[in-house]
């Protein structure tokens, strides 16, 4: 671990005054919504206000006020998140934000309670293994999020699981659902409370045929949650999660075969996996009004493919992950100099190990990657003016340290070892020319080390090390209240990203192309949102116009042809749409009914393998959906129904070969389909009032977020 991280801690923390005062004041509109993620573990929440960036939160009645089915359906919503489809199934959408496409990794940071579950091989997330019947809260902070490190480049998402309140009566729910293409679930939970201890289980098993030939899913997972608060100052969780699925994927078919039968499905693969998941969080006051919060986890998951059937190919593969993390963060909120300001300092470990073995006709190999890295960060939030003008800063140092080995049927055998190091600061100035209004304008950092799964890429990563992808963005922006039960914001973006890795298919191996690194590309856009909610009517409306471009001339290959393609600067990178748009009404006929009908847009987009930008665009689309939900006593009812148009449109298309020629592979969605759920509650939510510590500026913010 690097001594950063106690240097500035000591600096910060000499700076400090010994007596606490509140960190702001807040309006009695309330709509100042408390942020966790402001900070690497939330031990130290701020609110929108004095955030320096474009923040997005859902609590839990948000979560069931939209309706929306999964995790990724409900990020959908907002319009700078992009989002596609690249497996063919109803359980692995490929979710990335800001002119990012996940190709060939993400470049968003997906944590749930504090623990980072981007795989450690390839950074995917497998949105499938977080049901969102056990969510709480969701935290959307698009932009380089320095704090949190690596694969931060486009942004944070931060899931909380759910968990009683202190003093909560003993409350169990139970629910399913059907509908469409063999849809059915079914869900169970129970949370309650005896004196300091609380505890929360949750179970679900979802399947589904699948709208598309053998693209079946089924997918199962349960969470034990266990707390102890002992008093006001004290807060310890632990949780095990445990899932298992197998899933089926459709694929991606070409034009001809698209046109004839959408449903068609050529390539036929089939996966198992099975997760453990346990999490420890601990917080702590300590004397002085300092807090002190601890996060561990361990994460293993083993991936099996028995049948990876291609369109000449048959081939199975076997990976094993496992992950353990440990984060430690002191903070302090109070007063200098007549100034409020909150420090937190921290230090973060973790150490994962990917193996994996794939064998399919005369090509067979084997990788095991051993991922070290240490981190430390600090950050200071300081009113420079009381109320009005506040400055942030922040710095984090990461060190991630490679062991990998492979094999493969062209390849001899070795082994290497390579290591990455990197600061990355942000800054950031947050205005509050009125209660109702907050402008802001920030300048962030980040980076991403090469995964595992890039070091290695078919044996061609030796003595080809790849450097780290950087990010170096600028952003301003304001959000507000213009009048009651009205809400906005806007922003603008610039972001340069250096040494992005690129699959390079012209050097010539014996099986073809290799991971570069590219001199530059960029990323700018804006983003705007508009919401209302009055006492029967509701609307909202987002738009992201985004650009993602390439910044520098490179030379790649375009199927079936070797070195033909020349990418000049400007050309756009694939699968980013220029323009993305929703909106959503909601009507309230009647206490307990809400009608709510949600729309998307998404713009023409290049297609995977046309990065010189020649070839026609994958069509623009717009989807419509309408719900209906009832809510009677401890009854709630819903029925929904997607893409009520029955709009035809593919999300993702690829230009590759097929028998020696040129090919247009699609990825087509669903029509349309119709969905009715139905659940029942148990007992009531009578939460004691909490204690309160009675000094110090972070009592003041937690006061705030009730």
Known sequence: MTPLGPAVLAVLFAASSAQAAPVLTVSDGGWRTPVHSANRLPDAPTTAERVAGAVAVFDRAAIVRSGARTLPELLGRIAGVNAFDANGNAFQPTLDMRGFNAQPVPATAVLVDGVRVNEP??????????????????????????????????????????????????????????????????????????????????????????????????????????????????????????????????????????AEDPTRNVSKVETVSHLDMAVVEARRALPGDLSLSVNGSFRARREDTPQNKGRTTLSKGLSNMASRAGTVQLSRSGEALGRAYTLTAGGEAARSVAASESFSSGF?????????????????????????????????????????????????????????????????????????????????EAFRAPTANELTPLGNGKGQLLNPVQVKTYEAGLRGRPADGWTLSAAVYRGDAIDEVYFDPTVAVPVGGRNVNLPRTRRYGTEEAVSWEGERWGASAGHAWTRAEFASEIALSKAPFVANQLVGKGDSLPMVPEHRGTLEVSYKPAAGWRVATDGLCVGTQNILGDEANQERLLPSYCVANLGVSLERGAWSLGLRGTNITDARYSTRAILSSLSGRAERFYVPAPGIGAGA??????????????????????EVVRRAMN
């Open 121 to 258: 091989d390839f950074g995917q997330v497998n949105w499938q293994l977080i049901p969102l019947g056990d969510v709480e809260r969701v935290e959307v902070l698009p932009g380089p999020a320095t704090l949190f490190g690596r694969g931060a480049m486009a942004g944070v998402l931060s899931v909380t699981t759910r968990r009683p309140a202190r003093g909560e009566a003993l409350t169990a729910e139970t629910g399913a659902e059907g509908g469409s293409f063999g849809r059915r679930k079914g869900w169970a939970a129970a949370q309650g409370t005896a004196r300091a201890l609380d505890w929360r289980v949750h179970a679900v098993q979802e399947r589904e045929d699948g709208w598309r030939h053998q693209s079946e899913g089924d997918v199962k997972t349960a969470r034990l949650k266990l707390g102890w608060r002992p008093d006001a100052d004290s807060d310890v969780a632990v949780s095990y999660e445990r899932a298992a699925d197998r899933l089926r994927q459709g694929g991606s078919i070409i034009g001809s075969e698209l």
């Open 364 to 444: 067979d190999s084997r990788t095991r990657v051993r991922d070290t890295a240490s981190a430390a960060f600090a950050q200071a939030v300081f009113d420079l003016v009381p109320e009005r003008l506040t400055a942030t800063a922040g710095v984090r140092y990461d060190e991630n340290h490679y062991d990998y080995e492979y094999w493969d049927s062209f390849t001899a055998f070795f082994r290497g070892r390579t290591a990455y190091h990197r600061s990355s600061p942000k800054f950031g100035l947050t205005y509050n020319p009125h209660p109702r209004w907050t402008t802001y304008a920030s300048y962030a």
């Open 677 to 698: 759920s139905v659940a029942y509650r148990w007992g009531a939510e009578k939460a004691a009032p909490t204690a309160r510590r009675k000094t110090g500026g972070y």
